[in-house]
């Protein structure tokens, strides 16, 4: 083997494998260099005898497996996920075989052949989304924090080259699905998505994977395909800021990119892995399009650099992350990365890393409280410490069968405990969720077609003289539809405006409550510092949390509001259309009148802009909320049903900045505690008003749902009409029985694939 060299004063000796501490420099193609440090400075960092060395100095050396557990899909997971996703694998493959079955009817049209088509793709894709679990992992930091080269360390895609640098030192060359550099690097969501290798007709996603890019110009879902295994100039050309676009493919030279995406079939975790933009980048949309991602996630990892503690400058982001937390209870780990590159002791034979982790923990300690005390399921076990590079060095190590030097190198990296504390979140809730809203998904496609067939199959089954019937019972059916629709949504918005002022009448009592609460503490405090107003907003939105949910409180009374509502829309819909079970009167697979909140495939898409100024045009509610409430509309679209009090919390903290921005000028002590005393009455009026946004939505939603039911119940009862005519109008049909036995057995299967999927959503 040909040895490698490093630099001792004036003479050249071969470098060993010990020797290898480095220090991190980027190369032009987005991949990073790690100079080996001199034998001089590895010795001074190293303790005295008996003490240990390196980054595993101070922690016992498990028996770390260098060749770890790699996945292939399909994905083996703990056992009760697996046992769902396998149950989830198996229903997404008998849809597929329905929906192909159907496209290929001859009796059925050319519209009908090409839709179901769509949907049997459709449904392939899912299946491909349910082989991994793919539950959203969102990566957030501070720029150039490593949260690239981490991501690509955990799907075992961080690949080490030793060669020579470009000052002509024996250096470290780390190649990763995604590149990386200390200057900001990533310019847009970066994902990297575990998918099956089983499918023929997908792309090739063997190697480092294919990507494919979302640019801003492109229609909603669409994908332009790259390539697979593309060089990391490519990828660079992509991801990165200010990178060279002629690496693109020339149709790309001169398009925006919104969202780039790396499918793999080769992964360590099973998981899809998303990489935002670093906060604090010198582009202001960087910080956009993180807030815009977090809401997707399903849980986070907060990666911060072993060269660097927290800081001011994180404060926004972890206080944003802190309140997303505080709504949705998403698990964070958080996770100090690039220890390798900090293990110079200090006078205690404390390796640097140790003392980041320390005064990191400390900071969030103090920063995030609740009750006076830290909040322990925010920030849990606190950070814990990996070295990405370390493994990959092992697996040079295993190549090379220095098994001894492969072992110390993965036990180090601590990857493989990183990895197995995603996994345990995946069976804990975070992969069931995800597999039942893949299981939701799939039953949306394939219901209305088993509905659409069901309802042709009771029509050829009917005697000639019973059709006649069937069709004046269908068309006074839709006469019904038609005529109440309009009527009753408007009656039904009154009524929901009665209900939300039921609940916000606590409201007039909030200011009152906030300065006998706050005003003192803020007298007390000098708030023109940013660490004691973050401590005083903390306290203000735990005062506001307390209230909104006491007993009593706005929460409370807007949980019995909404149930009494829900009653009303139950017995209205009775009323008008004339069924003693509602779920009877319309389809059961979209519309569950004792679920009207569930999220539905919409006919026609609404903007969470359109939601929020319908609703608070109906509400009364001032335009200047409504803008600043865009995140809440969002929330309601996508089908969330979030307590009122996440999303008046919500709000605070964007007044909270709002206020921050309008005190930066230079004032006295005394006059700036005073305007922000002043600031609580007004404030007090937007909480009302945020909540009132927040639960009418919630109830927006319910009544778009029912109207979208309406609608979608209207066109099957044409299609119905229809048929029946067409029946009507032929003297006699030609093997009827053969074909009401194939459409039957159809039918069957039909329901029984949407039945295990309403199973599985439930499970």
């Not at 930091?141 to 690509?152: I, N, P, Q, T």
């Not at 007004?682 to 109830?699: D, M, P």
């Amino acid at each position: 083997m040909t040895p490698s060299w490093h630099h001792d004063g004036a003479t050249r000796k071969p470098m060993t494998p010990d020797m290898r501490q480095t220090c991190a420099t980027t190369a032009p193609d987005g991949a990073e260099w790690h100079h080996r440090a001199p034998r001089g400075a590895r010795a001074r960092a190293r303790p005295r005898a008996g003490v240990g060395a390196g980054v595993g100095a101070f922690l016992p050396i498990r028996g770390a497996q260098p060749g770890a557990r790699r996945y292939n899909s399909p994905v083996t997971t703990t056992t009760g996920l697996e046992e769902l996703r396998v149950e989830l694998h198996e229903a997404l493959e008998r849809g597929t075989a329905w929906l192909e079955t159907v496209a290929a009817a001859p009796t059925t049209t050319e519209e009908w052949r090409a839709e179901a088509g769509r949907d049997a793709g459709a449904m392939r894709q899912l299946r491909t989304r349910a082989a991994s679990s793919l539950i959203n992992v969102a990566l957030l930091g501070a720029f150039s924090s490593g949260k690239s080269f981490l991501l690509s360390g955990l799907q075992g895609g961080l690949k080490l080259h030793q060669g020579t640098g470009p000052d002509g030192l024996p250096a470290e060359k780390f190649v990763g699905l995604l590149p990386s550099s200390p200057v900001p690097t990533t310019a847009c969501p970066a994902t990297v998505a575990p998918v099956a290798d089983d499918t023929a007709e997908g792309p090739d996603t063997s190697g480092s994977g294919f990507l494919r890019v979302q640019f801003a110009d492109s229609a909603e879902g669409e994908w332009e395909d790259v390539g697979n295994s593309p060089a990391q100039p490519v990828v660079a050309a992509y991801a990165m800021q200010d990178a060279e676009v002629t690496n693109r493919l020339q149709p790309h030279w001169y398009r925006e990119v919104a969202e780039i995406e790396i499918l793999i079939s080769s992964f360590r975790v099973p998981a899809k892995l998303y990489d935002l933009p670093g906060f604090g980048s010198p582009n202001a949309l960087h910080d956009a399009i993180v807030k815009q991602a977090m809401g997707q996630a399903d849980c986070f990892i907060y990666v911060s650099h072993a060269s660097r503690t927290l800081s001011e400058n994180e404060l926004d982001l972890i206080r944003a992350l802190y309140a997303h937390f505080r709504v949705y209870r998403k698990p964070v780990l958080w996770v100090l990365t690039a220890i390798d590159l900090a293990t110079q002791l200090d006078h205690r034979n404390v390796p640097a890393w140790q003392a980041t982790i320390d005064r990191n923990n400390a900071y969030l300690r103090e920063h995030f409280t609740v009750d006076g005390r830290p909040d322990a399921e925010f920030i849990g076990e606190g950070f814990v410490p990996v070295a990405p590079a370390a493994e990959a060095r092992a697996a040079v190590f295993e190549a090379q069968e220095q098994t001894a030097l492969a072992r110390r190198q993965a036990a180090e990296s601590r990857m493989d405990a990183l990895r197995g504390t995603l996994e345990t979140l995946i069976e804990r809730g975070s992969g069931r969720y995800h597999l039942g809203r893949v299981a939701d998904e799939a039953r949306g496609l394939l219901g209305p077609r088993v509905s659409l067939l069901g309802e042709r199959l009771r029509t050829e089954r009917m005697p000639i003289d019973e059709l006649q019937g069937r069709l004046d019972a269908l068309t006074e059916r839709r006469r019904k539809v038609e005529t109440v629709a309009p009527t009753l949504r408007e009656e039904l918005e009154n009524r929901l405006k009665e209900h939300v002022r039921r609940a916000a009448r606590p409201f007039n009592r909030l200011a009152g409550h906030l300065h006998a609460t706050l005003d003192a503490e803020i007298r007390a405090a000098d708030v023109r510092r940013p660490i004691r107003a973050n401590q005083i907003q903390v306290a203000k939105t735990q005062a506001l949390h307390d209230w909104i949910e006491a007993p009593e409180g706005p929460a409370r009374i807007w949980e019995r509001q909404l149930r009494q509502f829900k009653d009303v829309v139950t017995e209205r819909v009775r009323a008008e259309l004339g069924a003693e079970d509602p779920a009877a009167a319309l389809p059961g697979y979209r519309f569950d009148i004792n679920d009207l909140t569930m999220p539905r495939p919409r006919r026609n898409r609404t903007t969470a802009q359109d939601v929020l100024q319908r609703t608070a045009a109906f509400l009364g509610i001032s335009a200047p909320l409504v803008a600043t409430g865009s995140w809440i509309g969002g929330a309601a679209t996508a089908g969330l049903v979030f307590p009122p009090a996440a999303a008046v919390l919500g709000l605070s903290a964007l007044v909270y900045m709002g206020i921050q921005h309008r005190k930066a000028r230079r004032t006295s002590l005394e006059v700036t505690q005073q305007e922000w005393i002043d600031e609580l009455d007004a404030e007090a009026q937007q909480v009302r008003e945020s909540f009132e946004l927040a639960v009418g939505l919630q109830g927006m939603d319910m009544l778009d749902n029912l109207s979208d039911n309406l609608l979608r119940y209207g066109d099957e009862l044409d299609d119905g009409m229809e048929r029946v005519r067409e029946r009507m109008s032929r003297p006699e049909t030609q093997d009827q029985q053969a074909l009401v036995d194939r459409l039957g057995s159809v039918v069957e299967e039909g329901e029984a694939v949407v039945a295990a999927l309403r199973g599985l959503t439930s499970s």
